[in-house]
DNA sequence: CGTTTGACTACGC
DNA sequence: CGCGTAGCCAAAC
């Protein structure tokens, strides 16, 4: 189920680029960067929520190492970390040196930590959609009680 | 060459 | 809430 994408150089340069621009202590995942990207002639909707991300993931794995694209802040739906092994041991420490916590199970609350995405203008600029939310816009991080 | 195995996710039990 | 599955490709063994 790898398929790539028609164009993966394209479809790579996409991801990296929406990558870079997630603020440190912020995630986001493999669905909403996919989101963001115009899905290819012939791919239906539904296909690509899960191709589209499988891509996602692909594209991270092929990252330059010296292009500062800060890979470690694309995680899974669930809000844990994909990147198997030692990898994955790092990418959680990164993301923990820049402040964001993970449950017990090893899950990253996306309500608190997740991206809204790029704004609207960087987006246009970029030929690219508006994001999926990860987050209920409504929500407030944690708990705040209101008196 | 035939097999295996995915940096995913929505959905149905 | 946890687990299995589809997807029907493609690169690494």
Not at 18 to 26: N, S, V, Y
Not at 44 to 60: H, N, P, T
């Amino acid at each position: 189920m790898m398929r790539r994408p028609p164009d993966p150089e394209t479809f790579n340069l996409a991801v990296w680029t929406i990558t870079k621009q997630i603020p440190p202590g912020c995630v986001s995942t493999y669905g909403q960067i996919a989101s963001m990207i115009p899905p290819p002639p012939g791919i239906e909707a539904d296909d690509y929520k899960r191709l589209g991300a499988i891509w996602v993931g692909q594209s991270l794995n092929e990252t330059p190492d010296d292009q500062g694209i800060t890979w470690q802040r694309v995680i899974n739906s669930k809000g844990g970390i994909s990147v198997p092994g030692a990898a994955g041991l790092r990418q959680r420490s990164l993301l923990e040196d820049e402040g964001v916590s993970f449950d017990t199970k090893g899950n990253v609350d996306l309500q608190q930590y997740g991206w809204d995405g790029p704004n609207a203008d960087w987006l246009t600029q970029h030929n690219l959609h508006p994001p999926i939310a990860i987050r209920r816009p409504g929500d407030r991080p944690q708990q705040l009680s209101l008196f």
